[in-house]
């Protein structure tokens, strides 16, 4: 059977901004994070306590969050490491996520390190944020394929996976960062996961749209029961650190798939296309969301 209510986290603010070569104006960020809660979204993932450097696009954080103010949605951001949790929480941050790699070569690329040496590195994060009170999400990159390794072992997802919830995440969004994802594999996976202890209720799915599977993708992922799904607004985003990742799961497809479903999102479809058509015309390029075009005319 399939869910009667599905929770999207929006990752457009993040993971769509992150990837673009225009960096947006702090104040327009504000606007669109306001634009996604006034469309109904109630996790809207804001921005990343990362090394300024390696994602130029999202190095104004300090002064995105207070420009932001009081919004009708949660705000959780990405935090790699004790700086950048120090950064997030003396701006009153309640959720992070950290961010971890089922491959060794993407830990490398992402976070300059091995496998090991990142999740030593979120030992503290995760232990600090939930003393601070703080809920912490863990990203899982590169659950099906990577770029320079090919498809991806699921006993090696499964042992990465249970390494972040021992640290302390209560909630693991399983990545498909360039998209190579197919149904039969995600369904494989949540079926590994689960027989290691991991369900549904605890998973989220992140799917990148690269080969057009992200749709029959999250189908699958609702058939074996999870109901957090990862989107972004216009299908924004990529990946800086991964070749041939392209933009995420379009919030807007998602939802006229779960309102055709008759699946409870809480999202006004007509004022995300619009809000999408809107950051288009910032970023100067049309939404690669077929949703979008069809709903706008383009
Ligand atoms: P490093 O160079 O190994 O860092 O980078 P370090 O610990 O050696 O520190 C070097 C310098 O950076 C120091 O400054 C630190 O203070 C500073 P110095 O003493 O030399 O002047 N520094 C920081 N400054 C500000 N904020 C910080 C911070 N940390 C260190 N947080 C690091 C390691 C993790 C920092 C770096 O690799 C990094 O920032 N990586 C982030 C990459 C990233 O954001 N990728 C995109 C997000 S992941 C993604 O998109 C996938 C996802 O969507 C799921 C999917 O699709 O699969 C989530
Ligand atoms: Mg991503």
Not at 273 to 292: E, I, K, N, Y
Request: glycine share 12%; with cysteine; proline share 6%.
């Amino acid at each position: 059977g399939l869910p009667a209510r599905v929770r999207i986290h929006e990752v457009g603010a993040r993971d769509g901004l992150q990837n673009e070569k225009n960096v947006v104006p702090t104040e327009v960020k504000a606007e669109f994070i306001h634009r996604l809660a006034d469309a109904g979204l109630h996790t809207v993932e804001a921005t990343s306590f990362v090394h300024p450097k390696w994602v130029p696009q999202l190095a104004d954080a300090e002064q995105l969050m207070p420009l932001i103010g009081d919004v009708a949605a949660r705000l959780p951001v990405l935090v790699p490491n004790e700086r950048g949790l120090e950064r997030a929480l003396a701006l009153g941050v309640r959720e992070i996520a950290v961010f971890g790699s089922a491959t060794e070569s993407f830990a490398q690329a992402n976070l300059n390190r091995t496998v090991d040496a990142s999740l030593a590195m979120f030992e503290p994060v995760v232990a600090k944020a939930r003393q601070a009170g703080a809920t912490v999400r863990g990203y899982l990159s590169m659950c099906f394929g990577d770029p320079w390794e090919g498809p991806v072992p699921l006993p090696q997802v499964v042992g990465v996976a249970r390494r972040l919830f021992d640290l302390g995440c209560t909630e693991l969004s399983l990545g498909d960062t360039i998209g190579v994802a197919t149904p039969g594999h995600v369904g494989a996976l949540l079926t590994a996961l689960g027989e290691a202890g991991l369900g549904p209720q605890v998973l989220a799915v992140h799917f990148h749209d690269t080969y057009g599977q992200a749709l029959a993708n999250t189908l699958a992922a609702l058939r074996h029961g999870v109901t957090t799904v990862d989107a972004s607004a216009g299908g924004l985003g990529g990946c800086p650190y991964a070749r041939s990742a392209t933009g995420n799961l379009a919030t807007e497809d998602l939802v006229w798939m779960l309102n055709g479903l008759g699946i409870d999102t809480g999202v006004d479809l007509a004022r995300l296309t619009a809000t999408s058509v809107w950051m288009a015309g910032h970023l100067g390029r049309p939404s690669p969301s077929r949703t979008v075009r069809a709903l706008s005319h383009e």
